[in-house]
């Protein structure tokens, strides 16, 4: 990798030094790359207000001569600060943007998987959907495209399939990665309510 340019989202950012930054993005065309932003801490003019956790950004980057490349331009696309001015909504974006940088892996081109977290900060910015519901959406997409994907078709205790739920009878059950129906279901806390449309955002 030489120069480059892509969209990312900023998952974390450490201090370096005196002056510098190391980030990790989740890129669109390179997957998760940590870059050293050299006199990000010292510039006002560089860098300023941009390098804030979860923020969508297009940046140009360089092979440096240590093992990171160089961050040399960052500007802002989306700063989310619905997300930022919430502590509820900063927990999940939180905790999305920690899944995805324990596991994926560094340098690994994952496309689908920038889409769906550009997607779920993107609603929970405008709070299309409760911080609950996208966590779930987020946790299923994410073992789906780890190749772990839940049965989403039908009750996995009855067998009966989805379109015969009724609609406010929909369960997900993480114990037994699944979706239950109110006759299967029970009060245990492992148990989430859905409504069919957000089931079928997941199929």
Known sequence: MSDFSTHAILLRRIDHGDYDLIVTLMTKEY???????????KSIKRFSGVLE?????????????????VLMEASLV???TGIRSDILKTAYASYFAEVVNIWVEEGKPQKDLYLLLEYVLH??????????ELSIIFQIRFLSLSGLSPNLAECGKCRT???QFHDNGIYIDFSKGGILCS?????????????????????
């Open 161 to 163: 399939i989805l379109e």
């Open 78 to 80: 989306h700063p989310y």
């Open 53 to 69: 956790l979860f923020s969508a950004l297009d940046i140009v980057g360089k092979k440096g001569r240590g093992k990171l490349p």
């Open 123 to 132: 609603l929970l910015d405008r709070q299309v959907l409760s911080g609950e």
């Open 31 to 41: 997957g998760k790359l940590s870059l050293i932003a050299k006199n990000a801490k």
């Open 183 to 203: 006759q299967c279901t029970s009060s245990r806390k492992d148990q989430r309510q859905l409504s069919a449309g957000t089931i079928k955002q997941l199929l």
